[in-house]
């Protein structure tokens, strides 16, 4: 939604989704309003632990079932398997969507892989759609007054128009751009530490055929996951960096990370939208 300063000022039970890539802040913002009575909504968290849940267990059984202790425990029911995802803890997430390429190295098939990537697409997408019905229940049930929902750094890659207008409905959409300066900084850390990522279709199926071209590999399987990953990373950034842009300035509001790097206390970020919206008026 859009509002005035004063009306934002005004409304009584705050309800925002913050945007942008994994590492500007979103999290952090969301854990130091959970302080002050604002329900922390953590998208990729309600992915993990409804919609993702089953696949993401199926997946560690699998694994263990190929270490033959842990396959008799299991099929004699003398162990089981439970994910322990937290809001802080989402590396069961990560861990199933997995990267692409040799198996020997940890990596998955071209079509396995993909089928992740579909499966991790519309959990996001049923997760956004629950965003009505957990703003009714951090009011109704647990006595929150106001609501945060920290999306996941692959929102912007959903293209699903009734998605972004049914958050536009009930929430003030923050989009959180990276500094040049953070740019670098979160590419810097992709690159030393490479985790699994969402991938549009289309921009796969174009940024893999480049790099099998570039390193000359005729087969998936001979891709190394982390070094794809690395040389990926970038191109993701910037190719994320416009479709956020524009669903701010159609949906919401923006603010850079230097800005949110001055946010200290709720004050401070409802006094830094008061601001932001006035600018955007």
């Given at each position: 939604m859009k509002l005035t300063a004063g009306e934002f000022r005004n409304w009584e039970h705050k309800s925002i989704t913050l945007l942008g890539m994994s590492g500007v802040g979103k999290t952090r913002l969301a854990n130091l309003l959970r302080n002050h009575?604002?329900?922390?909504?953590?998208g990729d968290y309600r992915i993990g632990t409804r919609y993702l849940d089953e696949a993401i267990l199926d997946n560690i059984k699998q694994k263990a079932m190929q270490v033959p202790f842990l396959r008799d425990l299991l099929r004699s029911d003398s162990i089981y398997i439970h994910n322990n995802i937290t809001v802080?803890?989402?590396?069961p997430v990560s861990s199933f969507l997995g990267k692409l390429g040799n198996p020997e190295l940890g990596g998955?098939?071209?079509?396995?892989?993909?089928?992740?990537?579909?499966?991790?697409?519309?959990?996001e997408v049923k997760t956004m759609r629950d965003v009505p019905e957990f703003i009714r229940k951090a009011h109704d049930i647990y006595g929150?007054?106001?609501f945060i929902n920290d999306a996941g750094g692959?929102?912007?890659?959903?293209?699903?128009?009734?998605?972004?207008?049914?958050?536009?409905?009930?929430?003030?959409?923050?989009?959180?751009?990276?500094s040049e300066e953070d740019e670098q900084a979160l590419i810097d850390r992709a690159v030393r530490a490479p985790k699994p990522l969402y991938y549009r279709e289309e921009f796969l199926a174009v940024e893999l055929g480049h790099y099998m071209q570039e390193k000359n590999l005729p087969y998936v399987a001979m891709i190394d996951p982390d070094e794809f990953v690395r040389w990926i990373f970038p191109r993701l950034f910037r190719a994320r960096i416009p479709r956020y842009s524009a669903i701010a300035e159609k949906y919401g509001y923006t603010i850079?990370?230097?800005?949110?790097?001055?946010?200290?206390?709720?004050?401070?970020?409802?006094?830094?939208?008061?601001?932001?919206?006035?600018r955007q008026q």
């Open positions: 009575n604002w329900f922390h909504f953590s802080d803890n989402l590396n998955l098939g071209l079509e396995e892989f993909k089928l992740r990537q579909a499966m991790h697409h519309e959990a929150y007054k106001h692959s929102m912007c890659e959903l293209d699903d128009p009734q998605v972004l207008d049914l958050l536009f409905e009930h929430t003030l959409v923050l989009y959180i751009k990276a850079t990370t230097a800005e949110l790097a001055t946010v200290n206390t709720e004050a401070d970020f409802v006094q830094l939208l008061e601001t932001v919206i006035a």
